[in-house]
């Protein structure tokens, strides 16, 4: 717990995007796996919400798409 409201927690003063944090490596794997799954869903929410992307974007989001 105390782990996972860390790297939260320093996720948001870096102000990092879902993207962003899909792109760091999860190391634990039960824990760190379901915030990456809820990050993975966040981050279909985004793509079909949102019309425009960034290159960055677009090239994360195929990361992704190749991941599930």
């Keep these: ?5 860390h ?5 948001i003063e ?3 995007s ?3 944090l899909l792109a ?3 190391y634990h ?3 760190e796996e379901g915030l990456r799954s809820a990050l993975k869903q966040i981050a279909k ?11 960055l974007e677009r090239s ?4 992704l798409e190749q991941l599930c």
């Design 1 to 5: 717990g105390e782990h996972l409201a």
């Design 7 to 11: 790297l939260l927690a320093w996720s």
């Design 14 to 16: 870096l102000e990092l």
């Design 18 to 20: 879902v993207f962003d």
């Design 24 to 26: 760091l490596p999860f």
């Design 29 to 31: 794997p039960v824990i």
């Design 45 to 55: 929410q985004i793509r079909w919400t949102q019309g425009r992307r960034t290159s």
């Design 60 to 63: 994360k989001l195929k990361e």
